[in-house]
């Protein structure tokens, strides 16, 4: 997935003369990670002040995955989170997420229902909610950007090997399909899977 790869690109930047080898379990763009389909968002709420800041400091980085892929990776067509300001949701609570906008000096819009309802063109919104929108989320390009990752790891000689199952870790050994893999540093960034291969086996909250 993106991170992976990601991580891959980055270590492999800062040591040149490493050699960096990504197992895959299934196949680069697969459906069955936590990264699958076409979109994810990018966005700035965010009730944890740290997501915020990881955010904003993710910037540079897609700004130099855009310029070496030559495409626009992120859709920057705002993110709008409207409904009651006190009750939490799945993504989050519209109060927290906005005093964490005004904590790192981010530019936001609060919208009445009437306003949303004007500009975005949702009927039949309550007249106590309320709206929140920043203009620079939007919508990552999945697809572009996990291949913009793979390129970029391909240009530093990053071996990427698919239909590779991690079978099991014990210190810096790795199994995978009968195979045994030796390495002086493992980075796990199996999402849901990490659970079963790190947490289970170390005895480590994950």
Known sequence: GPIGLATAYHYKKINK???????????????????????????????????????????????????????????????????DDNISGSEGQITPAKENLDKFKLPYEVLSGKEIENRFGF???????????????????????????????????????????????????IKVDGSTYNSTKIVVTAGVSSKELVGERLNTEV
């Open 17 to 83: 003369n490493a050699t960096v080898l990504v197992l895959e379990k299934a196949y680069i763009h697969n459906q069955s990670g936590s990264s699958n389909g076409q979109t994810r968002q990018f966005r700035y709420q965010y009730a944890e002040d740290y997501m915020v800041a990881l955010a904003y400091k993710s910037e540079p980085y897609w700004k130099e995955l855009e310029n070496f892929h030559g495409k626009q990776l992120i859709n920057r067509s705002g993110s709008l989170w409207f409904g």
């Open 123 to 173: 009927k039949g919104l309550k007249e106590d909610e309320v709206g929140l929108f920043q203009k620079d989320g939007g919508t990552i390009d999945v697809i572009e950007t996990i291949t913009a990752l793979r390129n970029l790891c391909i240009g530093l000689n990053v071996e990427i090997l698919s239909y590779k199952e991690v079978s099991n870790i014990a210190g810096k050994i």
